[in-house]
């Protein structure tokens, strides 16, 4: 007997119907006088079944008159308030016609909410025999399911009298159906497939104009423009209450506790006169009225009462009316704070050498190592390879240090007794203050002679410290590094490359302003509470952090905050995360919940132009890709040096000494761990505190690089233009005629594609990650515990499929890809700047390669390859510079 397959696949953007901003949703399906359901997905707006709903068929033929009804209904028994079992959030009904036209390929229908389903009538197994973990090609056949999606619809809006016409056609001749018996039979898992899959149209920019001044014309200097003319001027009633004297007397003891209430309207909101602000205008003393209005009573009260916008210095620490209901306390952690990073420098040990050691045990050779902490930081050299009282490590180790050096270096020398017993032979403390800098000079500080002190020598409280006559020694080269710059963030989104001297530092290059509008479409984060969400935004440029005020239980926020950050190098990452506020409910254990964030690379913006746009925010889930929303932005680049900003392509990413004394690979990873580590403390301790789970997200401290490979079938389109174009070069006629040509060609491709320029700044873009298609196993695997918590035979097919791929081949796939996408950007205007420099130096080269010799040209190069070693530099070239300053597509990956 032939039956029916429905897979009912998953659904999202669901209506919440629980009262708590969620639902508990399952799907019925009705057909031919059969209903099934599925599973109940608790508290999931997006859920996900993956389930097969088999009905019995006894005559195929009859499909196209029957119709399936699929409809989502939240289940009411997941609460306690309600008396019925389920709630309607939708239908879908599918006509029979289109199972039997499509050959049991996945219908999708679009009503309110998204709901994806497969039908497919065939002579299936029995349904115990189902393979429940079975993989269909739905993401692939997308585009064309939903070609039959329209073309339903379409079918569904003709006349009653068509629809019968052409029911009676098809009874004359039914259509051929073939039906297969390996439809449910689990394959093996699809290969990459060699091509970019469609991009949602919701996971694009929505360009927009918002009403804000620079918009409208206005200019800074005009008086309607202002500093705040990329967003919306608000305006605010500021009340600044001061102080009061001569209060009456309360009570029996003549004490008073008062407290000032401060009503406008519906707003009623108290607050004492230690929480005060700053008035921009002089205050007055105004004379306490009674209850009846009379100015006889005693007392006064000083305030300033103005009206004022966002840009108002009172506008950070001021008690805005939405937060009323939230006390003193937590009432910080929803206010506006600007923040700056701790300036971070490495510092290096030398550990050379030690003399006169005296273990405990003198039969055995001691196994010596050193350890150095720094804070929390702790590392140790190797065993010395000399076993005797005065070994010899020659061993560096690095660490990072922040300002303003109030901690103190500990270095021990330590003897392996045995397995987990360590005995420590000598220690020596000295500030980090005492530390002598090292600027861009290869000589390094004169290594010194310190006295190791026996831990029983030292200072014990109600004890003094021994005269010592004699102490062992150890030799150490100790240097603060000032000229390289201390990384903090991924390499590949950094926001500041300038070494941690001041003095080393060049001089800014522009402005970059940015407008925090907006968001719309955010997700519910505190169903569970009754309530819908607390956004809040961080920005992170350079050494700055901005962070917004909270907006409390909306979904839809509108901050209108404008900040302004000095642009150093143009080749630079801003990022902007949202953030839902856990702590104004005074949860002191909470953590703020990640909505998503957006990287934006200065180098693809023009120069005084503003981009107002929506950028989706997209995040990887354990199921799947998920937009959390979308955030409004307007953003504008001002350059204040011209020369300086082009001469910045020519000059290397990174200070003078990451190429001269390049840092060991081996110290990378860790010293980038330790810096973020120093950033997420600080700026914890601040008031409102910048938290550590923000800070680690916003450094991107999980970044894995994992679709490297994938990013190579951006980069695997031929240049069809330059091939066709060198097919033209007659080599055997004229070949000094190949060089010239080349960049001629180079020249005027460039200037034709200046009409298809990018119009918006680029942004997470899901196809070059895809994260649309990856297999539900994968995403088990990433979003895991370590340890893991999953069983052995799991963990055991993942290590295979882990060794199966090698990491370091995928890492230079990584790299290959990075060059291709920065060889696209030479002619595609993705950077303006670096475009419009390549093709006018390529008309140069084209002018000065024809009117030059060809045999010139090759003595020339051959005297520039052949020069002294004297004449040569460790530092990268112009050309090789100005190659790694080209935007890449890793800062796109989510």
């Given amino acids: 007997m032939a039956r029916l397959v429905v897979e009912v696949v998953d659904a999202s953007d669901l209506m919440p119907k629980d009262g708590q901003g969620s639902a508990s949703p399952y799907v019925e399906v009705d057909f031919n006088d059969q209903r099934y359901k599925t599973q109940t997905k608790f508290k999931d707006l997006n859920p996900v079944w993956n389930e097969k709903l088999v009905f019995e068929l006894p005559d195929p033929s009859n499909i196209p008159d029957k119709t399936i009804e699929v409809t989502v209904y939240n289940d009411k028994k997941s609460g306690l308030r309600h008396a019925h079992h389920k709630n309607f959030l939708g239908r879908v009904r599918i006509s029979g016609v289109s199972v039997a036209q499509t050959e049991t390929q996945a219908l999708v229908q679009r009503r309110n909410s998204e709901f994806g389903a497969e039908v497919g009538g065939d002579e299936v197994p029995p349904l115990e025999e189902i393979n429940p973990n079975i993989t269909s090609n739905y993401g692939n056949n997308y585009e064309e399911n939903y070609h039959h999606d329209d073309e339903q619809k379409k079918h569904k809006k003709k006349p009653e009298q068509q629809q019968q016409q052409q029911q009676q056609h098809q009874h004359q001749q039914p259509p051929k159906t073939e039906f297969r018996a390996d439809f449910m039979k689990a394959g093996p898992a699809q290969p990459m497939m060699m091509q970019v899959p469609g991009k949602k149209p919701e996971y694009d920019l929505v360009e927009t104009r918002p009403p804000v001044a620079a918009h409208m014309g206005y200019r800074k200097g005009d008086n309607i423009g202002s500093t705040y003319d990329l967003v919306e001027q608000m305006h605010y009633l500021y009340v600044s209450v001061v102080k009061a004297r001569d209060l009456p007397v309360m009570d029996m003891t003549g004490s008073l506790d008062p407290y000032v209430e401060v009503k406008l309207g519906n707003y009623k909101g108290r607050f004492r006169f230690e929480c005060r602000l700053i008035s921009p205008l002089a205050p007055q003393w105004y004379k306490l009225e009674d209850k009846r209005g009379q100015r006889g009573y005693k007392g006064e009260l000083m305030l300033a009462v103005w009206v004022g916008t966002q840009a108002d210095e009172a506008f950070p620490e001021a008690w805005h009316s939405d937060a009323h209901s939230i006390n003193h306390h937590n009432l910080a952690n929803t206010r506006s704070k600007v923040y700056f990073s701790p300036k971070l420098y490495y510092l290096r040990i030398h550990v050379i050498e030690a003399q006169d050691l005296i273990p405990t045990d003198r039969t055995r050779p001691p196994t010596t190592v050193v350890k150095v ?503 990268p070239s112009v050309p090789v510079n100005f190659f790694k300053r080209l935007p890449a597509k890793s800062d796109m990956l989510l």
């Fill in 373 to 875: 902490q720094l804070g929390n930081q702790l590392r140790q050299t190797r065993p010395s390879p000399v076993q005797t009282m005065n070994p010899v490590w020659n061993d560096e180790l690095m660490f990072v240090a922040s300002e303003p050096f109030d901690e103190f270096v500990v270095v021990s020398v330590e003897d392996k007794v045995g397995p987990g017993r360590d005995e420590i032979l000598g220690r020596m403390i000295m500030n980090v203050r005492d530390i002598p800098h090292r600027m861009e000079t290869h000589k390094f500080p004169d290594a010194r002679w310190y006295n190791l002190v026996k831990h029983s020598h030292g200072d014990e409280e109600g004890e003094k410290k021994e005269k010592m006559k004699f102490a062992s020694k150890i030799h150490l080269r100790l240097c603060l590094e000032a000229g390289y710059h201390v990384l903090d963030e991924s390499t590949h989104f950094s926001s500041d490359l300038q070494p941690s001297s001041k003095h080393l530092r060049k001089a800014p290059i522009g402005i970059l302003e940015l407008g925090i509008l907006s968001a719309k479409n955010l997700l519910p984060m505190k169903g569970k509470e009754g309530r819908l969400t607390d956004p809040y935004c961080v920005a992170k440029y350079a050494n700055k952090w901005v962070r917004t005020r909270t907006l409390l239980d909306t979904l839809t926020p509108k901050w209108n905050e404008q900040y302004t950050w000095e642009v150093f190098d143009p080749c630079t990452v801003i990022t902007v995360g949202v953030f839902d506020n856990c702590h104004v409910s005074g949860k002191d254990d909470a953590k703020d919940q990640r909505v998503g964030k957006i990287r934006i690379r200065l180098s693809t913006l023009e120069t005084n132009r503003i981009y107002s746009h929506y950028y989706p925010l997209l995040v990887l889930t354990p199921g799947g890709l998920k937009k959390h929303g979308e955030l409004q932005l307007a953003m504008r680049f001002t350059c204040t040096a011209w020369v300086n900003m082009v001469a910045q392509y020519g000059r290397p990413l990174l200070p003078k000494m990451h190429y001269v004394q390049p840092i060991p690979v081996r110290h990378i990873d860790w010293l980038r761990h330790q810096a973020m580590q120093i950033v997420s403390a600080r700026l914890a301790r601040a008031e409102p505190p910048l938290r550590r789970e923000v800070v680690e997200y916003m450094l991107d401290v999980d970044y894995h690089i994992l679709q490297m490979v994938q990013r190579c079938l951006h980069v695997a389109k031929p240049y069809n233009y330059l091939s066709c174009s060198c097919s033209v070069l007659d080599t055997g006629l004229y070949p000094e005629l190949i060089l010239p040509t080349i960049f001629l060609y180079l020249f005027v491709i460039g200037a034709w594609n200046y009409r298809f320029r990018p119009r918006h700044p680029p942004h997470m873009d899901s196809r070059i990650s895809h994260a649309e298609h990856v297999h539900p196993d994968e995403l088990d695997e990433e979003f895991d515990t370590f340890p893991t918590s999953r069983p052995n035979e799991v963990v055991r097919m993942r290590y295979d499929r882990l060794r199966s791929v090698a990491g370091r081949v995928q890492a230079v796939v990584g790299d290959l890809a990075t060059q291709g996408e920065r060889a696209q950007a030479l002619l595609s205007w993705r950077d303006p700047r670096a475009t419009a420099i390549f093709i006018f130096l390529s008309l140069i080269w084209a002018v000065f390669l024809y009117v030059t010799p060809f045999q010139v040209i090759a003595v020339l190069v051959g005297l520039y390859m052949l020069r002294h070693p004297r004449f040569r530099s460790k530092m």
